[in-house]
């Protein structure tokens, strides 16, 4: 394979896990901030897919785009170890930071509040014990792993 379709292969790879992520938004699991962060690197991913089409097979694209693989999997893993509890998520999605008591009357009144705060925490939905921040790691460390592999190849 060569190393332009290597890249879109890879830039391919974020948009199914974007239209993924969209669809599971689709059936009412609505996201995190967690989650909204893990999808940005995605979609310079899908950037970096585009300048291949226009540009070419350069080596800077294919080393970009390993790194927002890389940035995703490391967003992921870090909320994976909040869904899991093994450290603290941020305050504004984590269960530490939105009791009732630590509400101000005027935050509890405001119209301006959203409607529901997804929990960063709690996991919405999992398969073979892993939940999609989980699974996001998993597939962008593979798509990494292609992003890579580019990199080898000649244009």
């Not at 879109?8 to 995190?32: D, E, N, R």
């Not at 014990?129 to 190849?153: P, Y």
Request: negative net charge; aromatic residues 10%.
């Amino acid at each position: 394979m060569t190393r332009k379709n290597l890249m879109l292969l890879a830039a391919a790879g974020s948009l199914l896990l974007i239209v993924g992520a969209w669809g599971f938004q689709m059936l009412g699991f609505a996201p995190c901030k967690l989650c909204l962060w893990q999808r940005w690197p995605h979609y310079a991913a899908i950037g970096i897919g585009v300048a291949v089409l226009i540009a070419g097979p350069y080596l800077l694209l294919g080393l970009a785009g390993a790194l927002s693989a890389l940035a995703t999997a490391g967003i992921g893993a870090y909320h994976t170890g909040v869904e899991r509890g093994w450290w603290e998520g941020p305050t504004s999605c984590s269960g530490s930071g939105n009791d009732l008591a630590s509400m101000s009357g005027a935050d509890l009144l405001s119209l301006d509040a959203p409607v529901e705060i997804v929990m960063c925490d709690e996991v919405a939905w999992s398969l073979f014990g892993l939940s999609m921040a989980s699974w996001n790691v998993i597939a962008s460390l593979i798509i990494a792993q292609i992003w890579f592999k580019s990199l080898t190849k000649d244009a």
